[in-house]
């Protein structure tokens, strides 16, 4: 989606603006706000090829996007509005969540090492809020902590953050005010810092994604996360998408691939890609030095980490990528449900659907069967497992999706290619001639004979 067909609009209207750095921003800065660009589409935008300021690669949000900004006397200046907002979770579910610009994750902030930024921060939620920039080096002022290191921002009410980029890495903002509450609800949002120069420990890649996990707890039928939950989530999501709802990472056979990772859940995930190895060359510290780094299949994101991956895209093909915590790659309606492997559930269902008419009876062969049931769900919710691939059910939900790996992929194409077509020969298949022969076991061993010789009176000796 290009930048220049989002929605636009201004929060001007006789607001108070609030200067965190009042002496870096002058009151005719602080009255010619930028105007704040707002999305409302979940889809994944192309990546914002910077019109102005240092050149950079810029990366791919997962459907998510790249905050435009405008250059004010060699300043990047964004406008960030923090207000509720509807995210649709997947095809058949939206959340009433709170983020920024009109979604939640917010937009992706990229800059360039060395950048002067300043951010506008216009709070349209119910209550006070900040934001923290979480890993940068910054003016303990701008660290963004409400009640240490500035005041709350009032509802109605701007703030301006102001500071240098000072290191290239991978980042995040959310609050510190009431952070249970705002996190919960969504509050959250990336940051790429782009090298200015050619740097040892970053290599050139083709294609950078980035997304943050975060999980929600919605009960089937309604539609605002309960903020007290401690950990018994139902909703595990990548930027606020639950599969089938998130897209594909589409990439160019050869193709060098970024992956950035960041955990704003209350738990750990160890985030897994099949038919690559791939190293971590990055953390919220910055890049990894090469002689750190080993090939892994699985690395763990632990809570308020950030992780970068690269590997080389030289299997072709579509590539499952996923959480590896099973509970995780599935939606809502997870928790409390009866093991019934076993038990023949014939004659059952319609007397105990006429005392509880929404009793679904399931998991008498495997939790599988939900994938095949048909039963009615609540409004507002998302099957337990979902999701068609070209050979049936996928079985999959929440931390899942495909890693799209194609020799006619353009340079620079994100677009979704498509189910890969197998080549002949190269698929499992049922077999259906003669079972092969058991392999004969081998020979028992010959057990060892022992000879055992009584010591005699000469053997003896006295010590």
């Known amino acids: 989606m290009s930048h220049s067909h989002l929605p636009r609009r201004a929060f001007l209207g006789g607001a108070a603006f ?3 750095a009042a002496a870096s921003v002058s009151r005719v800065a602080l009255a010619a706000l930028p105007e704040p660009v707002i999305q409302t589409s979940a889809a994944t935008a192309a ?45 058949g579910m939206v959340a009433r969540l709170w983020g920024y610009n009109g979604q939640s994750p917010g937009p992706t902030i990229e800059v360039v090492e060395g950048d002067r930024v300043r ?14 920039w979480h890993g940068q080096r910054l003016p303990n002022g701008m660290d963004g902590v409400g009640g240490l290191n500035q005041k ?19 980042f995040m903002y959310h609050p510190h005010a009431d952070e249970m509450v ?46 007290n939950t401690m950990l018994d989530f139902n909703l595990w999501t990548w930027n606020s998408r639950a599969f089938p709802g998130i897209d594909s990472l589409n990439v160019r056979l050869g193709d060098r691939v970024r992956v950035r990772v960041g955990n704003l859940t209350m738990t750990n995930h160890p985030i897994h890609i099949h038919g ?19 090939p892994e299949v699985t690395t763990d994101v632990a809570v308020g980490q950030m992780r970068q991956l690269e590997f080389v895209a030289d299997e072709e093909g579509d590539w499952a990528m996923h959480c590896h915590k099973s509970h995780h790659t599935m939606n809502a309606m ?29 998991g008498e062969r495997g939790m599988a069967d939900m994938g095949e049931m048909q039963m009615e769900l609540p409004d507002n919710t998302l099957p337990m497992m979902t999701g068609q691939g070209p050979y ?25 290619p498509g189910w890969f077509q197998q080549p002949p020969g190269t698929q499992a298949f049922e077999w259906t001639g003669a079972p092969p022969a058991a392999a004969a076991a081998p020979p028992a061993p010959t057990p060892a004979t022992v000879n055992v010789r009584k010591p005699g009176a000469g053997d003896h000796k006295h010590h």
């Not at 102005?52 to 960030?80: A, I, S």
């Not at 980035?210 to 009960?219: G, M, Q, R, S, V």
């Open 119 to 132: 951010i506008f921060v216009t709070n349209k939620l119910p209550e006070h809020t900040t934001i923290h």
């Open 182 to 227: 705002q996190m919960a609800m969504g509050m959250m949002g990336f940051w790429v810092t782009h090298p200015k120069a050619k740097h040892p420990h970053i290599a050139d890649v083709q294609r950078d994604f980035c997304f943050l996990l975060n999980a929600f707890d919605i009960e089937p039928g309604a539609s605002v996360p309960k903020i």
């Open 334 to 362: 997870g928790h409390d449900v009866p093991t019934l492997i076993g038990v023949n559930h014939q004659g059952l269902v319609r007397p105990l659907q006429r005392a509880a008419p929404d009793y679904m009876v399931m």
């Open 276 to 294: 690559h190895e791939f190293e971590v060359t990055g953390t919220d510290g910055g890049p990894t030095p090469p002689g750190s780094r080993w």
């Open 47 to 91: 990546p914002l090829v910077p019109p102005n300021g240092r050149p950079y690669q810029p990366v791919v949000t997962l459907n998510g996007w790249t905050c435009p900004w405008r250059m004010n006397n060699g300043v990047k200046e964004f406008h960030l509005v923090a207000e509720p907002v509807e995210r649709e979770i997947a095809p």
């Open 18 to 20: 609030t200067a965190v």
């Open 392 to 416: 049936g059910p996928i079985e999959m939900g929440g931390m899942f999706t495909t890693l799209k790996v194609r020799r006619e992929q353009k340079p620079g194409d994100h677009s979704d």
């Open 152 to 170: 709350q921002i009032p509802v109605g009410k701007t703030f301006v953050y102001e500071f240098e980029a000072r290191r290239p890495g991978t």
